[in-house]
């Protein structure tokens, strides 16, 4: 690439950058330009640098995060490293990846109108602004409710809005579909489209890639250890890139997994239909009596061998439901069962014998100075011996290829990196029943797939429950689907059952994807709901 334009939103050159606590550089000689109007998706494995490239951009590297740097970045023509941060965030807007390390205000309105209150804009200037983003967004109902209150999926929209309300000319996205149900990805990706189309220049960095490629992007960067793997239009992407890397659409995926040998899958976790592990009597739960009851007559039972995925909209009450199972949460009416015992008469370290809880966001659950110490506390705190306890770190490292990373903090690593290291922080203490709450957000598609299908092929667990809005990651390793509605369970069976009634999807905000059509489609040959790699080789 030549010299930068001054006209151009963004121009990046020969960026390279290497954290203190690093060996490695995050990334390597990293060029590109973002033009007014572009939006750009940027994706990678899990850990490749494109939270980096992100930081570099907005200026949380150098001031917030130390290390080696070289190349140049500038905004319209100015070098970043001479800009204030006052100047910095009214260029340039940013959704950070983990909406938890974003939300600093009690409520909604104070959110959104934090970086307007910094910038000393007129009060009455700053409400209205707030109010025309909130309704822009379709939240303006969430204007006066506590943030900690919100799910994780309304968090997500309250921290695009405290960004939009800035009203930037550069947005930098950084997985902001990760916590949103299928329906509000497709209609922040539209709004994302929207945005561009009038102008604003975006870098999205996103693992749902097929979401993504649905509006359009107008160009590609895929980063490999760093450096650019592929750099054009989204067409050549499709043709250049690994299926195993990248969730590619179905039909891509099916036509080429014909030519490669066929996968092996088989799941230890298999339906018994016998031991009730976990029951749910006509359970009713509210926060607060001036609230509606955010769970309303549940009547729910996990047995063994049950693999069971919740979906369902943000604020449905899913969090809320699987929260119950391990006593973090008690019922305003009705009762839990764990095992047969009450969960009120349990003590959370009691239900966490039993049940492991892989928790939304890692940051609330990660706090040790290494990996390995992490992963050792839980273990050690059941009362597992020492070798035990190394043995069984060892093992939920490999399970979600981190083990390189053993020594490392685990707040210094990427928001991926964080959410494996808190999965095999679960892993480690060898629960009976693994429950995970949006386990793949975060995640490139080769990991996920992996630390997937060794959990599902390892035996040790008598049931596995996970909530998600990814309804790929439900097709390929659910043998129950639980779609959630408005506190109530919507539809109990297999994904056969349910994922055949389009309508009730799109009333729970579950949007059909081309791997449920391909899989409707082949239903009749194969009988039940598949991957594509693995569809390609059961039809032929």
Not at 209 to 215: A, G, K, M, S
Request: proline share 5%.
């Amino acid at each position: 690439m030549g010299p930068c334009d001054n006209a151009l939103p963004l121009c990046v050159r020969e960026l390279t950058f290497r954290y203190r606590i690093r060996e490695q550089p995050a990334l390597r000689n990293l060029s590109l330009d973002l033009h007014q109007g572009e939006l750009m998706l940027v994706a990678g494995t899990s850990g490749c640098g494109k939270t980096t490239l992100m930081r570099c951009i907005n200026g949380l590297i150098p001031r917030s995060y130390r290390g080696e740097q070289s190349g140049s970045i500038r905004i319209f023509g100015e070098d970043v490293r001479g800009m204030s941060m006052a100047w910095l965030s009214q260029k340039v807007g940013t959704l950070l990846q983990d909406p938890e390390r974003q939300i600093v205000g009690s409520y909604v309105l104070n959110e959104v109108a934090f970086g307007l209150e910094n910038l000393a804009v007129p009060r009455h200037e700053i409400l209205a602004r707030v109010d025309e983003t909130l309704d822009f967004l379709g939240i303006l109902k969430l204007r006066d409710r506590e943030t900690f209150s919100l799910s994780g999926g309304e968090k997500q929209k309250v921290a695009l809005a405290g960004a939009l309300a800035m009203r930037p000319q550069i947005l930098l996205l950084d997985e902001p579909l990760a916590s949103l149900d299928s329906a509000s990805a497709q209609d922040a990706l539209a709004l994302f489209r929207r945005l561009a189309d009038s102008g604003v220049a975006i870098m999205l960095v996103e693992h749902r890639v097929e979401d993504v490629l649905r509006i359009g992007p107008d160009t590609v960067l895929y980063l490999r250890d760093g450096e650019p793997a592929y750099f054009g239009d989204a067409e050549g992407m499709m043709q250049a890139l690994d299926y195993h890397e990248v969730k590619l659409p179905a039909p891509v995926v099916f036509e080429r997994a014909k030519a490669q040998p066929a996968p092996r899958f088989e799941a230890a976790v298999k339906p018994d239909g016998q031991e009730t592990l976990v029951s749910f009597d006509h359970v009713i739960f509210r926060y607060d009596p001036a609230l509606p009851d955010v769970l309303r007559d549940v009547n729910f039972t996990i047995r063994k061998g049950d693999v069971v995925a919740m979906l369902g909209a943000n604020g449905a009450g899913k969090t809320t439901l699987v929260k119950h199972a391990l006593g973090l949460l008690k019922p305003t009416e009705g009762r839990v069962l764990l095992e047969g015992r009450d969960t009120r008469e349990l003590s959370v370290a009691q239900a966490a014998r039993t049940v492991g809880y892989v928790f939304q966001s890692p940051s609330q659950m990660l706090f040790a100075p290494t990996v390995s110490e992490e992963l050792a506390f839980g273990p050690r705190n059941l009362g597992h011996d020492r070798e035990q306890v190394r043995r069984d770190v060892v093992w939920a490292l490999d399970v979600v290829n981190m083990r390189d990373y053993a020594d490392s903090p685990p707040l210094a690593l990427s928001f991926g990196q964080q959410k494996r290291i808190s999965i095999a922080a679960v892993l480690a203490m060898r629960s009976r029943i693994l429950m995970m709450d949006e386990p793949t957000a975060g995640q490139d598609y080769w990991n996920y797939t992996a630390f997937m299908d060794a959990i599902l092929q390892m035996p040790g667990f008598d049931a596995v429950i996970f909530i998600t809005h990814d309804l790929d990651l439900a097709i390929s390793y659910a043998n129950r689907i639980v779609l959630v509605s408005d506190g109530q369970i919507a539809a109990d069976g297999s994904p056969a059952e349910v994922f055949v009634d389009e309508t009730l999807l799109l009333r729970c905000r579950v949007v059909p994807t081309s791997l449920l059509k391909l899989n409707t489609e082949k239903l009749p040959v194969t009988g039940t709901f598949m991957r594509a790699e693995l569809l390609a080789h059961a039809v032929a």
